[in-house]
């Protein structure tokens, strides 16, 4: 079956940087579109951004742009979250997701937490 694993959460001040990484297990990424959502305390889950399945487009929530980059290794079968310039507001939850149907993610990881704050 399809699994995805985050890591590479943890604390950091703010000004900081973090990279998550999602690995996927049980089917190729290659032509999956993966994405990046994040829930903070007593908020609804927010969509961070995704990537398309060869890597030529990549779209971002408002709150992240020009501070986030995803990116992805098909070869290693793993998606990256570069997270530069992080806000205590960034602290939540960040779950990586894979779909392989258009407008679809059926497939989520258990998610990993980033913590900011000074």
């Known amino acids: 079956q399809v699994q995805l694993v985050e890591s590479g959460g943890g604390s950091v001040q703010p000004g900081g940087s973090l990279r998550l990484s999602c690995e996927v297990s049980?089917?190729?990424?290659?032509?999956?579109?993966m994405a990046w959502f994040r829930r903070a305390p007593a908020k609804e889950r927010e969509f961070v951004g995704r990537?398309?399945?060869?890597?030529?487009?990549?779209t971002y929530a408002e709150s992240v742009k020009d501070r986030f980059t995803i990116s992805r290794d098909n070869a290693k079968n793993t998606v990256y979250l570069q997270m530069n310039s992080l806000k205590p507001e960034d602290t939540a939850v960040y779950y990586c997701?894979?779909?392989?149907?258009?407008?679809?993610?059926?497939?989520w990881g258990q998610g990993t937490q980033v913590t900011v704050s000074s």
């Open positions: 990537i398309s399945p060869y890597g030529g487009s990549t």
């Open positions: 997701a894979a779909g392989w149907n258009a407008g679809r993610y059926d497939y």
């Open positions: 049980g089917r190729t990424i290659s032509t999956a579109a």
